[in-house]
C-alpha cells in the first residue's frame, strides 16, 4: 500500500511540474497576452500588367494586384471603372493577390481607369489600403487630361457625397437617359471629385445620383445636376497635382483645400413628360386633377351640364395641379363628366394639343363619406384660425375655410389691444385674400404690438359665407407677444436689391426657417423675439416671381433657381445670436450674388 501512495505522489509531482514548464497546460483563467494590434493598411508591391500599360486587350483582360500580407476586397460598389461598362468588374482573391477580371468587350483606342477608392483592406483588422487608381489603354496612348469638381445640394450647398459624375462626347439631350459615359468619378464624403486620364475634348457634365446603379441618368428617381455649356479640360494629370493624391476623409483641412474646376448644384429635376395622372373627388362638389409634370397648360376645361360660371379652379403654385369647386347649388350626379383639352407629351417628346374626357365619380374613401355625411347635418362651418406670436406682425393672422368664400363681411371683425392693467382699446387690422389660396385669408394688425399685452380678434358668426351657403361659425384668437429679457432682435439690411429675392432666417442646418421675407428694393428686415443660438441667412433668387424656390429641369436647361449662404466672413455662415442682444447686419445682395 505505501508503495502505490508513493509512486502516485511521483506521477502527480511530475506531472505539474510538466504543466509548469508546458505552454499548452496555461491557466485557464487568464487570456492569453497578444501583441500590439495592426494598424497598417496593406501595400501594393506589384501591378501586372504595369501602370500606364498600352495594348491592353479589349477581352478577357485581366490586372493582378499583389500586396504585402492577405487582402480582400471589403466593398466591391467602390471599385469603379471609367468609362463604365454594362458588366461589373470581377474580383477574385488568390493568395495575397487580388485578381481582377473586365467581363465585358473593352473600346479600342480608349484610356481606362480603375479607381479602387476604399474597397481593398487587410484581411486581419480591415485596414483600408491607400487609394489606388490604375490606368490602362486599349490603344497606344494614355490620354493625360483630368478635371476636379464639386457636387453640392442646391439649397444648401452642402457637400453630396457617393453621386455619380459624367462626361459625354455626344452632345444630344438624350445622351445621359440613353447611353453610357465617356467618363465618370463618384464624388467622395465632401462631394468632391476627380476624372483622371481624360482625352481633350469638348464634353457634357452631368451628375446624377444614379439610384438603379446602371450608369444612366433616370429622371423619376435621381437627383441630377448639369453644366451649362461644353467642358473642354486643359489640366495635365502630374504625380505633383495636390488633388490627385489620396486623402484621408477626417482630414478636414487637407480635404478642404483642394480646388474644385467646377461646381453642381444637384437639384430633383421636374417632370417633363406631360399627362393627367390622376383625378377624383373630395366631396359632391369637389375635385382634383394632378398632373405629371408642372406648368400645365390647360385650354378648356368643362363639367357637362354646369356652366362656367358655376366653377372655381385653384392651381397649385408649381401648376402640376388643381383643385375645383362646383358653386352649382342642387345636388349633382354621382357621374360627374368632364371635358379637358391640354398640352400633352406625345410619343415624339413633344406638347401637342389632346382631348380627353374622365369621369369623376363620388368619393369611395370611407373617412371621406364620413366627412361629407356630418357636413350635411352642420348649420355653421369652422374657420381654422392660426398665428404665430414672435411673426404676427410680419405674418399676420390666418384665416381658412374648407370650401371656397363666396360671401364676406368683414367689418364686423374686431382686434381687442389689453394692457397690463386690464385697459381695452380696438386696434385697427388690415384685411387681404391670400392671392395663392381662395379659401385663405389673411388679417394684419395696424401699428407696432406691445410685449406684455393681450390681444384678442373676434370674426362673429355669419362673417363669412362658403360655397353651400353656410354662415362661419364665431371665433375667438387670443394671442399675446412673447415676453422674456432674454429674447433678441436682429435687423437685416439689405442693399444692391437688383431683382426679387427670398431671404430665410434658418437654424444653422438649414432644414428649419423661422422667418421668411420676399424683398424688391432695398429694405430692413426685422426679426424679433429670437433665442439665443445659431443661425444662417439664405438668399434664394425668384426669377419667375411666383414666391416660392424653383428647382431646374435638364430637358429644358433650366439651372434651380440660385441660392447662396450669407457669411460673414470667408467660410463662416453661422451668425451667432447671444441672449438679450440686439443685432444689424447689412447685406449687399449685389455683390454677394456677383462674386
Not at 482573391?93 to 480608349?110: C, Y
Not at 476604399?118 to 489600403?129: P, R, T, V, Y
Request: charged share 25%.
Amino acid at each position: 500500500m505505501k508503495t502505490r501512495l508513493t509512486l502516485t505522489a511521483i506521477v502527480l509531482a511530475a506531472f505539474s511540474a510538466a504543466c509548469l514548464l508546458s505552454h499548452s497546460c496555461a491557466n485557464t483563467t487568464t487570456a492569453p497576452q497578444g501583441g500590439p494590434k495592426d494598424t497598417i493598411p496593406p501595400v501594393i508591391k506589384q501591378i501586372e500588367p504595369q501602370n500606364g500599360t498600352t495594348g491592353f486587350p479589349t477581352v478577357g483582360g485581366t490586372v493582378v494586384m499583389t500586396f504585402d500580407e492577405y487582402t480582400v476586397v471589403k466593398n466591391q460598389g467602390d471599385i469603379l471603372l471609367s468609362p463604365p461598362l454594362k458588366k461589373k468588374l470581377k474580383t477574385k482573391v488568390r493568395g495575397k493577390s487580388i485578381v481582377v477580371t473586365v467581363q465585358d468587350t473593352l473600346r479600342e483606342n480608349t484610356t481606362y481607369t480603375i479607381d479602387f477608392g476604399s474597397a481593398l483592406a487587410d484581411n486581419n483588422e480591415g485596414n483600408i489600403a491607400p487609394r489606388t487608381v490604375y490606368t490602362f489603354s486599349t490603344g497606344d496612348v494614355i490620354d493625360s487630361m483630368y478635371v476636379t469638381g464639386r457636387v453640392i445640394d442646391c439649397q444648401t450647398l452642402t457637400p453630396v457625397p457617393k453621386t455619380l459624375v459624367t462626361l459625354y462626347r455626344d452632345h444630344s439631350d438624350s445622351a445621359c437617359f440613353n447611353a453610357l459615359p465617356d467618363a465618370a468619378a463618384i464624388t467622395d464624403d465632401w462631394g468632391f471629385f476627380t476624372i483622371r486620364n481624360i482625352a481633350p475634348d469638348a464634353y457634357r457634365v452631368y451628375a446624377y445620383s444614379d439610384a438603379d446603379g446602371d450608369f444612366k441618368y433616370n429622371p423619376d428617381g435621381d437627383k441630377v445636376a448639369f453644366m451649362d455649356s461644353l467642358f473642354t479640360p486643359e489640366a495635365v494629370v502630374r504625380d505633383s497635382i495636390y488633388e490627385l493624391k489620396g486623402f484621408d476623409m477626417k482630414d478636414t483641412t487637407a480635404c478642404m483645400a483642394r480646388n474644385a474646376m467646377i461646381e453642381l448644384p444637384l437639384f430633383t429635376g421636374l417632370q417633363s413628360v406631360q399627362y393627367l395622372q390622376n383625378y377624383g373627388r373630395k366631396a359632391e362638389k369637389a375635385g382634383f386633377l394632378k398632373f405629371s409634370a408642372g406648368d400645365v397648360v390647360i385650354n378648356s376645361l368643362e363639367f357637362v351640364g354646369i356652366d362656367s360660371s358655376d366653377v372655381l379652379v385653384q392651381y397649385t403654385p408649381t401648376r402640376d395641379s388643381l383643385d375645383f369647386w362646383i358653386t352649382y347649388k342642387y345636388h349633382l350626379e354621382d357621374s360627374l363628366i368632364l371635358r379637358l383639352n391640354y398640352m400633352k407629351t406625345d410619343s415624339t417628346g413633344h406638347l401637342v394639343a389632346t382631348d380627353e374626357s374622365v369621369v369623376l365619380g363620388m368619393p369611395t374613401d370611407t373617412a371621406l363619406i364620413s366627412a361629407n355625411k356630418a357636413r350635411e347635418k352642420d348649420t355653421v362651418f369652422v374657420l381654422k384660425t392660426a398665428s404665430a406670436p414672435e411673426t404676427i406682425e410680419q405674418e399676420g393672422i390666418t384665416l381658412e375655410s374648407e370650401f371656397p368664400v363666396i360671401r364676406m363681411v368683414t367689418d364686423s371683425i374686431s382686434l381687442i389691444e389689453t394692457n397690463p392693467k386690464n385697459q381695452t382699446v380696438e386696434r385697427d387690422i388690415r384685411f387681404t385674400r391670400d392671392p395663392s389660396d381662395i379659401r385663405r385669408f389673411i388679417l394684419y394688425p395696424e401699428g407696432k404690438l406691445q410685449p406684455g399685452y393681450t390681444y384678442a380678434v373676434t370674426i362673429p358668426r355669419g362673417t363669412f359665407t362658403n360655397m353651400y351657403g353656410l354662415p362661419s361659425r364665431e371665433e375667438t384668437l387670443r394671442i399675446s407677444l412673447p415676453t422674456g429679457e432674454d429674447l433678441s432682435t436682429l435687423s437685416i439690411q439689405l442693399t444692391g436689391v437688383d431683382n426679387r429675392y427670398i431671404v430665410e432666417l434658418t437654424n444653422e442646418k438649414l432644414d428649419r426657417v423661422h422667418r421668411r421675407f420676399i424683398v424688391e428694393k432695398d429694405s430692413t428686415l426685422f426679426c424679433p423675439y429670437l433665442k439665443a443660438d445659431r443661425y444662417a441667412i439664405r438668399i434664394m433668387q425668384d426669377r419667375n416671381r411666383n414666391g416660392i424656390y424653383d428647382m431646374g429641369n435638364l430637358l429644358e436647361k433650366r439651372q434651380p433657381e440660385r441660392v447662396l449662404i450669407f457669411e460673414s466672413e470667408p467660410g463662416k455662415r453661422v451668425l451667432e445670436i447671444p441672449e438679450r442682444s440686439e443685432i444689424e447686419q447689412p447685406i449687399d445682395i449685389q455683390a454677394l450674388f456677383n462674386k
